[in-house]
């Protein structure tokens, strides 16, 4: 099963403080909009997303058709069939992709120490 891209996702409590501390630790804004309170920065292969008032806590991202660049790939598994494979393994899921849709789609589950993993395909 194949994940796609990964970022970590943490929630700030100040998007431009957050933006400036980063940058000052060798990030650079990737993607996103300050103004919208979502930020993904990245330093190398390593992405991070900023996001204020969004959520709670950290939440592992997988991107299924993206790589590291955000450019779409050219195969990869689809989030459905990520969530028939996870059922199939006994986990449950917060929220489920619809099996009946097609294109983009989410699923939620919670590891077992309770973090957040977020399957989002955006494309």
């Given at each position: 099963?194949?994940?796609g ?18 940058s000052?630790?060798g ?6 909009d300050e ?10 292969v390593?992405t ?7 959520f ?9 058709g ?19 494979a ?27 120490d ?10």
């Amino acid at each position: 099963m194949e994940l796609g891209a990964f970022q970590v996702s943490l929630p700030v409590k100040d998007i431009g403080r957050s933006k400036t501390f980063h940058s000052k630790s060798g990030f650079e804004v990737f993607e996103g909009d300050e103004s919208e309170n979502r930020l993904v920065v990245k330093n190398g292969v390593h992405t991070a997303g900023l996001f204020q008032s969004m959520f709670e806590r950290n939440v592992l991202t997988f991107s299924p058709g993206w790589n590291q660049n955000a450019e779409k790939i050219a195969s990869s598994t689809d989030v459905r069939e990520i969530r028939k494979a996870l059922k199939a393994e006994g986990i449950s899921l917060e929220t489920e992709a619809d099996v009946e849709s097609s294109g983009p789609a989410s699923l939620i589950l919670m590891d077992p120490d309770g973090n957040t993993i977020l399957i989002d395909r955006h494309v």
